[in-house]
């Protein structure tokens, strides 16, 4: 099994809605999540929609970091995809504490060029955290 | 349910290497991709990397495409998130027929704000296509 990386699909629930409605905040996470993830920051977008809603992507020379907040409903979907070195659970749980959500849930799904069955498969399980 | 997007999460082999290292076509690809998806662009970032392979972000108002190459082993990863409107499925077919990818598969992800199991899991099969 060649396996280049790690996708972790994310969703959050009951965050704070201004802190998902920030998108200088949700740079500053997206910044802290890289630094905390041990990858290298390439390009970041950050988008804020009208009349809510941001969206922001984090180029890396690991793969990437993609996050899209819904601030009316408390949730925000994001992925982290991660290739050779670094850490993107620890990303995935930076972005948790910097947007405070309570409830979160992720899978992790391999990613390589081989065809085997067990690639782009999810092998890790659905999990929910609560923080303070 | 409360579903927000679709989720395509991507890998194709048995590209042409030249395709595959080559950010200027993969850009192009990736504009065309958003046509096809009936998607709109708000930013793009195309990277190649030295010795080889390229990653593209590009960030939409219905959410993200990412694509990350291997040209070394013909080999792409790419995920397609939409929310609202919008064809992922064109798209995804878009990017297969311009990096000429004989073998794709991918898996579909509903994603969406409601604790629900059946979002955030794999709800589309798994496929594989040939192109000519």
Redesign the interface.
């Known amino acids: 099994m060649?396996q280049?990386?790690t996708?972790l699909?994310v969703?959050a629930?009951e965050a704070p809605q201004d802190l998902l409605n920030d998108p200088e905040g949700i740079r500053r996470a997206l910044i802290d999540a890289i630094v905390a993830g041990e990858a290298t920051l390439?390009?970041l977008?950050v988008?804020q929609?009208s009349p809510h809603g941001v969206?922001?992507?984090?180029?890396?020379?690991e793969?990437?970091i993609?996050i899209?907040t819904?601030p009316e409903?408390g949730?925000f979907?994001a992925?982290l995809?991660f290739?050779g070195s670094g850490k993107p659970q620890q990303a995935m749980e930076l972005l948790q504490r910097a947007l405070q959500a309570k409830?979160i849930?992720?899978?992790e799904?391999s990613?390589?060029?081989d065809?085997t069955p067990d690639?782009?498969?999810?092998i890790g399980e659905?999990y929910?955290q609560t923080v303070a």
Do not use: E, M, P
């Open positions: 060649k280049v990386g996708h699909v969703d629930w390439i390009d977008c988008h929609f969206t922001a992507t984090a180029t890396l020379a793969s990437h993609a899209h819904w409903h949730y979907a992925d995809f290739c409830q849930r992720f899978r799904i990613r390589g060029f065809q690639l782009n498969t999810i659905s929910y």
